[in-house]
């Protein structure tokens, strides 16, 4: 079972209208946090993309930092996609795309953001260079993800077990519960925020901002595309 066959199945739904609304994890300040740092490095940003968008929910607050973006969510998730197409009402587009594939040109895209999404790809390093290849030069690109924890103290500790707890107690309605051990496993075979912070650098991004979350559970990204 891999990423795209959980968010075709109807844990998708259960992922966005109940894991997702539980505010104990605020994601949402994260994704916040994530997207008014981009628009303050590119603020007249034309053209917009988030890749793995899911239904939109980075998009949602992007537009409201900056209106006259053309946005394009793109996913593999056709259930959360129909979410999106409902919540943006024709003020984006909503495109079925896989994250190792992203469906643009070369140097077109001013802001990219990869919420929960590179983790989740089947090649991660394809995705990172997808990124690139489509970013113009100097381009911005946001990601937030839950990175291996590399740096076991007792406050990251203690910030896991809460956020496995969290995430085994919603394993129990899950119409899916493969999908919560799935996220369990993909977070313990991706790459630390050092290693994925490297594997930018050596693929020509500059990183500009890193913040950690919830003790180091999550961290947010932020990296330009070298000139
Ligand atoms: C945890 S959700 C995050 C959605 C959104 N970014 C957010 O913050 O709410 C992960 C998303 O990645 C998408 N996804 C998983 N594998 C993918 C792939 N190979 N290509 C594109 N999207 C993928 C899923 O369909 C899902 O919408």
Redesign the pocket.
Known sequence: M???E???SPF?LY??KV??RISALR?NRW?LNLVKGVASLRPEAKFVM?????????GELYLKENPKAILVN????KP??GLAKDRFKGRAYCVC????FFPVKDSSVDVL?????VR???NPIL?VKEAFRVLKEGGVWGI?DFFRISRRDIFVIANDVIFKSFMSMSKLLAPRSEAIDY?FKSIDSFYSVEEFIAILKGNNFDVVKVRSFMGGIAHSVIALKGY
Do not use: K, M, P
Not at 50 to 58: L, P, Q, Y
Not at 97 to 100: E, G, H, S
């Open positions: 891999d990423a795209r959980i968010f075709n998708a992922y966005e894991i997702n994601v994704r988030d890749f793995c968008s899911g239904a939109g929910n980075v793109c996913d593999v998730s959360l996609l795309a896989d994250n190792r953001f990869s919420s929960f999404c989740n790809s089947l995705t937030l996220l």
